[in-house]
């Protein structure tokens, strides 16, 4: 199994792993990774919706020895992907897991369906597993999988922790848009976006909201597209 170290996941392991993930993302994970270390916030990794483990694998490169990477989806139990938004498979997940994980990440599996999660089951996985400092929400596309996700993620998240949630403005997926806006005017969110580029928002807590815009503007200031927008009430850097 490779050492620790996402530039040659990137380079050799990502294309070998079947899904959806830009390749020019591997900065903006590096970003989050410099903000999140020099401060030296800790907590474990999660992702809702794993497919094969493409962007699962990415994050285990980003944690750190003694952290884990925590897979929740409903794997081979397709008869709950309401969507169809990517057939899941443990063995794969597992073998590619193996494959391209660093040798010193622990994988954790949970099947389930989040939608059909008991409060039971979602304290025991924050118990058992969290909190997490990277959580990316990639599970069921629709208004209520992604706004259920974003709540369960918020929820679970480690201090100084960031959220990715996928497919957000993406024209195939306008219900994880909604569900952000209904996440915005429904409750009292503890997340703010910070950073948009390739259909992920990225939020984290207001408390370091400030903390994480100040190393992406630093980090992508200088790029064609980069723009700080207005979103929800806060700063959010756009740049690809």
């Not at 497919?51 to 944690?63: D, N, T």
């Not at 118990?127 to 997490?132: A, E, K, R």
């Not at 960031?162 to 915005?184: C, I, K, N, Q, S």
């Amino acid at each position: 199994m490779p050492a620790r170290d996402i530039n040659t996941y990137w380079r050799d392991g990502m294309r070998q792993v079947e899904g959806w993930l830009a390749v020019e993302l591997l900065d903006h994970l590096k970003c989050i990774a410099r903000a999140q270390d020099d401060v030296k916030f800790v907590g474990n990794v999660a992702e809702i919706g794993v497919y094969r483990g493409k962007l699962l694998i990415a994050l285990a490169h980003l944690a750190r020895g003694s952290e884990r990477c925590v897979a929740i989806d409903v794997f081979d139990d397709q008869a709950k992907n309401l969507d169809g938004s990517g057939a899941g498979s443990l063995a794969l997940v597992c073998e590619n897991f193996k494959r391209f994980a660093p040798d010193d990440c622990e994988l954790v599996t949970v099947q389930v369906d989040t939608l059909a999660m008991t409060i039971d089951q979602r304290v025991a996985v924050s118990m058992n597993h969290g909190p997490f400092r990277l959580f990316s929400v990639d599970g069921g596309h629709t208004v209520q999988h992604a706004l259920n996700d974003l709540l369960m993620a918020q929820d679970m998240l480690a201090d100084g922790g960031v959220v990715l949630l996928d497919d957000f403005y993406h024209r195939h997926w306008p219900g994880v848009t909604e569900a952000v806006g209904l996440f915005y005017s429904r409750y009292v969110p503890r997340i703010a976006p910070f950073l948009h580029a390739h259909n992920k928002l990225f939020f984290t807590s207001y408390t370091f909201h400030s903390h994480f815009l100040r190393y992406a503007v630093e980090i992508f200031k200088t790029r064609p597209q980069f723009k700080v927008v207005r979103m929800y009430g806060s700063d959010v850097v756009t740049a690809t």
